[in-house]
């Protein structure tokens, strides 16, 4: 029989929220799943799963379905939603994890979460404490700094993000244009991507700039000369296509915030024969992306190398060998790891808006 997972997450269906998605899918492959949002999504797609949204007109109907659903485990994303796990897992007597985003651990959002409940305990002491808490997932890079905010050293697990590596492998030619993606927030410093294309001419550049700040974006465009098209919002399914439209991925990243985490773009571009670019903001990036790829620091950097191809060969190959990048373990694998109850440990084998919580409609 299959394991029961009950995946809390934010916002959903959300577009930009790939990362959730292929982990998902992935679980979705061995464990019958219920999932359930917090919030509707702000940018839906079509190959989005059924779920529900909780509301505070539904709130406790939605906690008696999940009662006699019967999950053995939950899994939560956003650090931030520990506090609700954890009296979730109280009343329905189950084990829970969750897995921890950039956007929780490397910005602001711990410290928040602590000043706006100072008359109680931190939450990951009292995560520590609860005997249903089995670990937090997170990006090697970021263990430390979770463990010093209180997380037991023994439930704090490095791993890579979820990537569907299989679906992007293509041998074929590549077009010629350059390409971004991500959500059109500061963090991600598209500006530096319009700065660009004014200094490449000799190719296109297609930005697929999800939401948020993308007028801005596009004015900014206009009133430098920029080249830059702005491509609407890709279903995650269709999105192996537009890589192979590209000779390569410049991924910016603002350095000043230094917030953001390892983009699964930069894998799924190597996968399609893509040459991968990415803004340097922190040491940990070299390690993802080894010698599959560049890292740079001014859009300047960057002009010689864009006047040739990439060798799309070592690219292709340094991604299907799992070399250059540590990719995870096969999803079933991690995951079986992740929510087999009988553990009493998680094995370490494995923006969209600010998240919300769901201590207001389930209680």
């Known amino acids: 029989m299959k394991r029961r997972i009950v995946i809390f997450v934010s916002n959903y269906p959300q577009v930009s929220e790939t990362y959730i998605k292929n982990e998902i899918d992935a679980l979705a492959e061995t464990c019958e799943i219920e999932l359930v949002a917090f919030a509707a999504g702000s940018y839906p797609y079509r190959s989005r799963r059924p779920h529900i949204v909780i509301t505070q007109e539904n709130g406790r109907n939605v906690l008696e379905y999940l009662k006699g659903f019967a999950p053995h485990a939950l899994h939560g994303h956003y650090l931030l939603q520990l506090p609700d796990l954890i009296g979730l897992a109280n009343m329905l007597k189950v084990p829970f994890t969750v897995r921890a985003h950039s956007f929780d651990v490397l910005g602001n959002q711990i410290a928040e979460q602590d000043a706006m409940s100072r008359e109680t305990e931190n939450m990951f002491v009292r995560a520590a404490r609860s005997p249903h808490f089995r670990g937090v997932l997170c990006f090697p890079f970021m263990r430390d700094r979770l463990v010093a905010a209180g997380l037991p050293a023994d439930r ?36 530096d991507f319009v700065k660009l294309s004014r200094l490449v001419p000799w190719r296109d550049f297609n930005l697929y700039a999800l939401g948020y ?16 098209t ?69 859009p300047e950097d960057l002009v010689e190398r864009l006047r040739a191809r990439p060798d799309a ?34 094995r370490s084998a494995s923006r969209s808006g600010c998240p919300r919580g769901a201590s207001s409609s389930l209680s």
């Open 156 to 191: 704090v697990f490095p791993c890579p993000p979820v990537i569907d590596v299989q679906r992007f492998r293509d041998r074929g030619p590549n077009g010629p244009a350059v390409m971004n993606v991500g959500a059109a927030i500061p963090k991600k410093n598209m500006g």
């Open 213 to 228: 700040e993308t007028r801005a974006l596009s004015d900014l465009n206009r009133s430098l000369g920029g080249r830059v």
């Open 230 to 298: 702005f491509v609407p919002p890709i279903d995650p399914e269709a999105m192996a296509p537009e890589y192979k439209r590209h000779a390569w991925l410049a991924y910016t990243a603002s350095r000043a915030e230094a917030t953001v985490g390892w983009p699964m773009a930069l894998i799924e571009a190597m996968a399609s024969g893509t040459g991968v670019c990415m803004q340097r903001i922190r040491p940990d990036l070299a390690e993802y992306i080894g010698d599959a790829g560049f890292l740079f620091d001014e």
């Open 313 to 346: 060969s070592r690219t292709r190959a340094r991604v299907l060998l799992g070399r250059a990048v540590r990719l995870p373990p096969p999803p079933t694998h991690a995951h079986r790891a992740l929510v087999n109850p009988r553990r009493r440990r998680l």
